[in-house]
């Protein structure tokens, strides 16, 4: 089954630690995205990246990282210096940048404390 | 102003009914305009995409498109318990990478 895979579901964190979001797809997709959801908000867009090795801050990219090494693999880094890191974060792929529809993985649900 | 903005729900249609969910966007050069629908706790599933003025049909659903007046919409029609979800109106520039999201219109279908 092609899809998009994030893991973990939920997690809980203390504040000041760094927390990573694993994010796969087996879609064979050059564009991946991730995307935080806040409750009654639309999606804000963190970061996106079109091909390998190459990525471009979103418009709230303060306080996060990503990489991309792998075609398959994105994972978001929710750093200490994230003002306000608990959220729903989801992560998307589609088949180029400008191939516009976007496909979400299931998400995961970051809760720090 | 917002770059996408939806009629504020909730929106509670009985069974078997036509819901209607309006979206107006701010960037006159838009070329790409989707509908996602969300349950709760859920991520978001793409339902419909439209690029070209006028309607496009799938199933109950209905995009309708009218870029000189910067608004698409969708209708479901006989709507059904399922239906029940917020629906997210996206919507991509011309000269950007990036889809604008809408805050989402909740829609209760009542049986």
């Known amino acids: 089954d092609g899809g998009i895979t994030q893991s973990p579901k939920y997690l809980f964190r203390k504040e000041g630690q760094n927390v990573t979001l694993s994010c796969e797809q087996n879609?064979?997709?050059?564009?991946m995205y991730w995307y935080r959801q806040d409750p009654g908000q639309g999606l804000r867009l963190i970061y996106y990246?079109?091909?390998?090795?190459?990525?471009q801050k979103g418009d709230i990219a303060e306080g996060y990282s990503v990489s991309r090494e792998k075609k398959e693999s994105f994972p978001l880094t929710v750093t200490s210096a994230q003002k306000n890191p608990t959220a729903f974060y989801l992560c998307?792929?589609?088949?180029?940048?400008?191939?516009?529809?976007?496909?979400f993985g299931p998400g995961t649900r970051l809760t720090v404390t | 102003q917002k770059e996408v903005e939806q009629n504020s729900g909730p929106l509670s249609v009985p069974e078997g009914a036509i819901a209607s969910l309006n979206c107006t966007y701010s960037?006159?050069?838009?070329?790409?305009f989707f509908w996602y629908r969300q349950y709760s706790g859920k991520s978001p599933e793409l339902i419909m995409s439209?690029?070209?003025?006028g309607d496009k049909e799938d199933g109950r659903f209905t995009a309708q498109l009218n870029k000189a007046s910067q608004y698409v919409s969708l209708l479901i029609r006989d709507s059904q318990p399922s239906d029940s979800a917020t629906y997210l109106c996206?919507?991509?520039?011309?000269?950007?990478?990036?889809?604008?999201f809408g805050a989402g219109t909740t829609v209760t279908v009542r049986a």
């Open positions: 990246s079109q091909i390998v090795n190459d990525f």
């Open positions: 879609l064979n997709h050059d564009a």
């Open positions: 998307a792929s589609s088949i180029k940048v400008r191939d516009y529809e976007q496909y």
């Open positions: 996206a919507v991509n520039g011309a000269n950007d990478y990036k889809l604008s």
């Open positions: 960037d006159r050069v838009s070329q790409s």
């Open positions: 439209i690029y070209s003025n």
